[in-house]
């Protein structure tokens, strides 16, 4: 991010913050300060902070969920080029991603979902662009920096009340897209045509937000985080679709991956379709059995490895499933993640030509205490299956290899488990 010209008292604020800990994260032993960190941030950015705003705006609307149907929506508009494709920003740090998301400057209007007016009409032109638009803004007054985070959607910085906003270049629209939109095809329908001719999800959930998708007297704004799970189902259930007729795999294959502190470890059996998703928040003190473990590297999971770890019930593992015909009910346990690692392993399987059985375990380590969207789960996973897998002749094999790239015990997670107790007559 730039480097801007500050004020001698911004300049104070900015070094304070940069030095010192909240007594907040202090406590919770964080080694970065998101709130002193948004102090910094607010220092650096707030000659940019204006009433009028002219850039290179990302193709994203911004739609929130309270008070639906009549919700605060809007652009969002940014001074400066800011990355906003998921698969881009794979490998930043969180501090990089919170400070270029929060660069960006949230067009608020109240308003209901269902709704037309110049704009939309702009907000629209903008979101259904696959590169970002030039654009002007003025907003009501200058936007006010508060750094806003989320399980689902991206973290968002400065924000104010809307009056006007301005295309002044031409977007490049695919055509496909146009049609889709002119034809008033069903969204559920569009997007998954859309899918199946290689447009990335995350620009299929803006569509959906954005309400350009559908007929047009059905047509409405969807709330960010909504649209992005919905479309994660939406896209998975297709892929599902047709991996549900493909060849079964022949040998169990595990694909690991790590990225901001989220472990995946992703195991696929021989057999139908069939999916679950384990979910576990680490403790200091498992995070420290595992530095245990990998120093004692010749013990194995059945020694005494874990000798030294009492289970006392603190421990947090949620568990997930769906057999082959799939869920109807919403993965309470664990929102928009599941979706979204669900959707990446049907990706996967749908370009293996090949169906499995699926779990996929999530550790999420303590280093991660601040979040950055379920872009980040989908993308951890996708890059799982980038990496070569891990090749096994039995399951047993499979199981063992995880149990040494897990910090909480196997045990603990076969014993939630539905597939891992099933057994099928060619493990015998």
């Given at each position: 991010?730039?480097?801007?010209?500050?004020t001698?008292e911004?300049r104070?604020e900015?070094a304070?913050?940069?030095r010192?800990?909240c007594?907040?994260?202090?406590?919770t032993?964080?080694?970065w300060?998101?709130?002193?960190?948004?102090?910094?941030?607010?220092?650096?950015?707030?000659g940019?902070?204006?009433?009028?705003?002219?850039?290179?705006?990302?193709?994203?609307?911004?739609?929130?969920?309270?008070?639906y149907p009549?919700?605060?929506?809007?652009?969002?508009?940014?001074?400066?080029?800011?990355?906003?494709?998921?698969?881009a920003?794979?490998?930043?740090?969180?501090?990089?991603?919170?400070?270029?998301?929060?660069?960006?400057?949230?067009?608020?209007?109240?308003?209901?979902?269902?709704?037309?007016?110049?704009?939309?009409?702009?907000a629209?032109?903008a979101?259904?662009?696959?590169?970002?638009?030039?654009?002007?803004a003025?907003?009501?007054?200058?936007?006010?920096?508060?750094?806003?985070?989320?399980?689902?959607?991206?973290?968002?910085?400065?924000?104010?009340?809307?009056?006007?906003?301005?295309?002044t270049?031409?977007?490049?629209?695919?055509k496909r897209?146009?049609?889709?939109?002119e034809?008033?095809?069903?969204?559920?329908?569009?997007?998954?045509?859309?899918?199946?001719?290689?447009?990335?999800?995350?620009?299929?959930?803006?569509?959906l937000?954005?309400?350009?998708?559908?007929?047009?007297?059905?047509?409405?704004?969807?709330?960010?985080k909504?649209?992005?799970?919905?479309?994660?189902?939406?896209?998975?259930?297709r892929?599902?679709?047709?991996?549900?007729d493909?060849?079964?795999?022949?040998?169990?294959?595990?694909?690991?991956?790590?990225?901001?502190?989220?472990?995946?470890?992703?195991?696929?059996?021989?057999?139908?379709?069939?999916?679950?998703?384990?979910?576990?928040?680490?403790?200091?003190?498992?995070?420290?059995?595992?530095?245990?473990?990998?120093?004692?590297?010749?013990?194995?999971?059945?020694?005494?490895?874990?000798?030294?770890w009492?289970?006392?019930?603190?421990?947090?593992?949620?568990?997930?499933h769906?057999?082959?015909?799939?869920?109807?009910?919403y993965?309470?346990?664990q929102?928009?993640?599941?979706y979204?690692?669900?959707?990446?392993?049907?990706?996967?399987?749908?370009h293996m030509?090949?169906?499995?059985?699926?779990?996929?375990?999530?550790?999420?380590?303590?280093?991660?205490?601040?979040?950055?969207?379920?872009?980040?789960?989908r993308?951890?996973v996708?890059?799982?299956?980038?990496?070569?897998?891990?090749?096994?002749?039995?399951?047993?094999?499979?199981?063992?290899?995880?149990?040494?790239?897990?910090s909480?015990?196997?045990?603990?997670?076969?014993?939630r488990?539905?597939?891992?107790?099933?057994?099928?007559?060619?493990?015998?």
């Amino acid at each position: 991010m730039a480097n801007k010209i500050l004020t001698s008292e911004a300049r104070q604020e900015t070094a304070g913050a940069v030095r010192r800990m909240c007594d907040n994260c202090k406590r919770t032993g964080r080694v970065w300060c998101p709130h002193n960190a948004a102090l910094e941030i607010r220092a650096r950015l707030s000659g940019s902070m204006k009433q009028d705003m002219f850039g290179p705006t990302p193709p994203h609307v911004f739609v929130g969920h309270n008070f639906y149907p009549n919700v605060y929506w809007g652009p969002l508009v940014s001074s400066q080029p800011v990355e906003d494709d998921p698969s881009a920003m794979y490998g930043q740090t969180l501090e990089q991603i919170i400070e270029s998301r929060a660069s960006m400057v949230r067009g608020m209007k109240r308003g209901l979902v269902k709704q037309g007016g110049r704009l939309l009409d702009e907000a629209q032109q903008a979101v259904r662009s696959i590169k970002p638009v030039d654009a002007e803004a003025h907003f009501k007054k200058a936007p006010r920096f508060s750094l806003e985070l989320d399980d689902i959607t991206h973290p968002i910085g400065a924000s104010a009340p809307i009056e006007k906003f301005k295309v002044t270049d031409n977007p490049i629209v695919p055509k496909r897209v146009d049609e889709l939109h002119e034809e008033g095809v069903l969204a559920n329908a569009a997007l998954r045509e859309l899918l199946l001719e290689g447009f990335d999800v995350h620009y299929l959930s803006k569509l959906l937000t954005a309400g350009i998708l559908g007929k047009e007297e059905n047509r409405k704004l969807v709330p960010t985080k909504w649209a992005i799970t919905a479309t994660d189902d939406i896209a998975g259930k297709r892929f599902m679709e047709s991996l549900r007729d493909c060849r079964e795999l022949e040998t169990p294959l595990v694909y690991s991956n790590t990225y901001l502190d989220n472990h995946f470890e992703i195991l696929l059996l021989p057999g139908n379709w069939e999916y679950e998703q384990f979910e576990a928040a680490l403790t200091k003190e498992l995070e420290e059995l595992k530095r245990k473990r990998a120093a004692r590297s010749a013990l194995t999971y059945s020694s005494a490895a874990w000798a030294d770890w009492k289970y006392d019930g603190r421990i947090n593992i949620s568990e997930e499933h769906e057999p082959f015909a799939g869920r109807t009910a919403y993965a309470d346990s664990q929102g928009g993640g599941y979706y979204a690692a669900r959707f990446a392993v049907a990706e996967a399987l749908f370009h293996m030509k090949r169906q499995a059985r699926a779990i996929v375990f999530r550790e999420i380590g303590t280093g991660y205490d601040i979040p950055v969207g379920v872009w980040e789960v989908r993308e951890n996973v996708r890059h799982a299956f980038l990496n070569e897998p891990e090749r096994f002749a039995t399951r047993e094999a499979a199981l063992a290899h995880i149990s040494e790239k897990l910090s909480i015990p196997l045990k603990e997670y076969m014993k939630r488990s539905k597939i891992l107790l099933q057994r099928r007559l060619n493990e015998f």
